[in-house]
């Protein structure tokens, strides 16, 4: 899925992105609101990830959504 697509649906897009990264909290995807470099940043805040495995992270859940 395209990330535009996810970005329209983000309100029903949430309760996967909270089965992938279960440490995001219904606040930090409310923030994040189908923002891509949004939700990089939560990830790497709350996994210490860096820019690049969040958004390799990112990759893999759209192409799977």
Do not use: C, F, H, P
């Not at 395209?2 to 983000?10: E, F, L």
């Not at 923002?35 to 940043?41: E, F, H, I, T």
Request: glycine letters at 10%; zero cysteines; charged letters at 40%.
């Amino acid at each position: 899925m395209n990330w535009d697509t996810i970005q329209g649906k983000w309100k029903q897009m949430t309760g996967s992105a909270k089965e992938k990264w279960g440490e995001l909290t219904d606040d930090d995807l409310t923030q994040v609101d189908g923002k891509r470099d949004q939700l990089a940043g939560k990830i790497q805040e709350k996994y210490g990830v860096t820019k690049d495995e969040a958004e390799k992270q990112i990759d893999d859940w759209a192409s799977k959504s």
